[in-house]
């Protein structure tokens, strides 16, 4: 079959992290800032504090309410970030960890079906505060599995993000891809935490060409994960979004900051989402010039 199509970046969405937009807001005010700082949908945030873990258990009025709100403001929340399981890891040693952690996992994909999320961003750590050994990255493949098992089922994409430590490439998120083999289990790659990992970004992306599900765009430094300025760090933008347009790519991407309790939270988010439409373009341009 003679190819004629190539990746579009007219057709990919730029969403937000929840964590970018001041914290204390209501669900309506946090979907229309989304959209008036230059968003087109929201990446909800189920991290490892009591707060965000609770929204596990919301009464289906909370939820139904949530929905009318995203219907209302027209502003999706499409992804949902499960780093609950830093706190609840589904490789623990514990049997009682390991049963919350699988709880919050099916939760969150109950959660998702209920808010008509597409994505649910599984963390690249078997246990994250603990120590990673034989025993524990087994106990997380399994687990793994029967989340797989309920996403799958459900409709509902699982993609495994390369983090900051044990699956902290690509290369590594891609054997857990090749392992369940299914459209169902993808990679949630982040350029950011390539950086941190002292691996090549773009060499890395190919090895995950057909496999990306979504991307999270930060810039970080060595030894530096968060609170980098886009722009001002070390991940090379325009080479990778250049690679992205190469290798066919066409997914959601998600502006990942953590300002929340910044009191410029807003000014930040919409200098950097214009730094990263910019970057885009200048990478799609430059592949369909023909530049390396």
């Known amino acids: 079959m003679k190819k004629t199509w190539i990746s579009t970046l007219d057709s990919i969405p ?30 909800i945030s189920i991290d490892d504090t009591d707060e965000r873990i609770a929204r596990l258990d919301w009464t289906k009025k909370v939820k139904q309410d949530i929905k009318n709100t995203v219907e209302r403001t027209g502003v999706k929340i499409q992804s949902l970030s499960l780093s609950a399981h830093r706190r609840y890891p589904l490789g623990s040693k514990s049997a009682e960890t390991r049963s919350n952690a699988l709880d919050a996992f099916k939760k969150a994909v109950d959660l998702a079906v209920e808010l008509g999320i597409r994505t649910i ?37 699982l993609a495994l993000e390369n983090w900051d430590i044990q699956i902290d490439t690509l290369s590594k998120a891609m054997e857990y891809v090749r392992y369940f083999n299914s459209p169902w289990f993808q990679v949630y790659a ?66 990942e900051l953590w300002t929340e309790e910044f009191p410029d939270a807003v000014e930040i ?20 010039a023909g530049q390396p």
Not at 16 to 42: C, M, V
Not at 213 to 231: E, N, S
């Open 269 to 288: 988010v919409e200098e950097a989402g214009k730094f990263i439409r910019a970057r885009m373009k200048d990478g799609w341009s430059r592949f369909q």
């Open 121 to 157: 961003l599984i963390g690249g750590a078997d246990n994250y505060y603990g120590e990673s050994d034989q025993e524990s990255q087994d106990w997380f493949l399994t687990n793994l599995g029967k989340g797989f098992e309920w996403a799958s089922g459900a409709g509902v994409m």
């Open 14 to 43: 730029v969403g937000l992290y929840e964590k970018a937009l001041p914290k204390n807001l209501t669900w309506e005010e946090r979907l229309i800032l989304t959209r008036q700082t230059g968003f087109d949908f929201l990446e």
């Open 190 to 255: 982040d350029f950011g935490n390539l950086i941190f990992a002292g691996v090549d970004v773009v060499s890395q992306l190919e090895e995950v060409k057909g496999h990306i599900a979504a991307l999270h765009i930060k810039d970080t430094l060595p030894g530096q994960l968060r609170y980098v300025t886009p722009g001002e760090g070390e991940v090379p933008f325009v080479d990778a979004f250049t690679k992205l347009a190469q290798i066919g790519f066409q997914a959601p991407v998600v502006l």
